[in-house]
């Protein structure tokens, strides 16, 4: 997998396109942050965290867990839907909510059932020894692409990821890797650097997986 030519291509399609790329991201979660002042999900609202007092009585009612549970689902349904979004782009040029909203009503199932377990999979391994837990997470990584990419359930959506990452999790862990420095001039930039290398990071995975998928043939 020739990383430098995914990252290449990933920043050529990008250029006049960072806001098509964005805008969804930020519609979301200004959506989750008023949803959850409306119904008072966020326990950290009234915490002084410059007050170890205050930090150690940060409560939550049942309500409140509930609901943010429910919220926390929901919205991860929609980002993984939104790899739809990217997806069709990157191979076709265009860009349109609809792709969006249809895999959500089409997959949310799927999504929901393939991010949950794959979670918990990762969890439990990575409270066993770390290692195990980052390899289970690269192993499960093009999870989210997969269900919105293909006809299969939850459970073999994961069962395909970890067919198509066989012997490829150490390429894409250092894939990640080559965008840190990028990461760490974000807070010099004071986050403006953000508008850029959301769209790059976010198109350039998405080329991973177009990349991988041939190559495996899956």
């Known amino acids: 997998m020739n990383r430098i030519e995914i990252k290449e291509l990933a920043k050529t399609k990008i250029k006049g396109n960072k806001w098509n790329i964005l805008w969804p991201l930020l519609a979301f979660g200004f959506v989750e942050g008023i949803i959850e002042k409306i119904f008072k999900l966020d326990p950290y609202t009234s915490v002084d965290f410059t007050n170890l007092e205050s930090m150690m009585k940060i409560e ?3 309500k409140a867990a509930i609901g943010s549970a429910v919220l ?5 349904i929609v980002f993984v839907a939104y790899k739809k979004y990217i997806m069709n782009f990157v191979r076709t040029g265009q860009f349109d909510f609809k792709d969006i909203v249809d895999c959500f ?3 949310w199932l799927n999504i929901l059932v393939s991010s949950v377990l794959t ?16 390899i289970m997470a ?6 989210a692409y997969v269900v919105v990419d293909s006809d299969l359930n939850g459970v073999d959506s994961m069962k395909k990821s970890r067919a ?15 965008f ?11 986050g403006i650097l953000l508008i850029w290398l959301v769209p790059y990071m976010t198109i350039a995975d998405c080329i991973y997986y177009e990349k991988l998928k041939e190559i495996t043939k899956n």
Do not use: Q, R
């Open 164 to 178: 198509m990452m066989k012997g490829y999790k150490g390429n894409y862990f250092v894939f990640g890797l080559s």
């Open 180 to 190: 840190i420095g990028w990461a760490l001039l974000v807070p010099f930039t004071f």
């Open 138 to 143: 690269l192993a499960y990584s093009m999870v």
């Open 72 to 76: 926390g689902l929901l919205f991860v």
């Open 60 to 62: 939550m009612t049942p």
């Open 119 to 134: 979670y918990i999979v990762v969890f439990v391994c990575s409270m066993i020894f770390v290692i195990p837990g980052i």
């Open 105 to 107: 009503k089409e997959k």
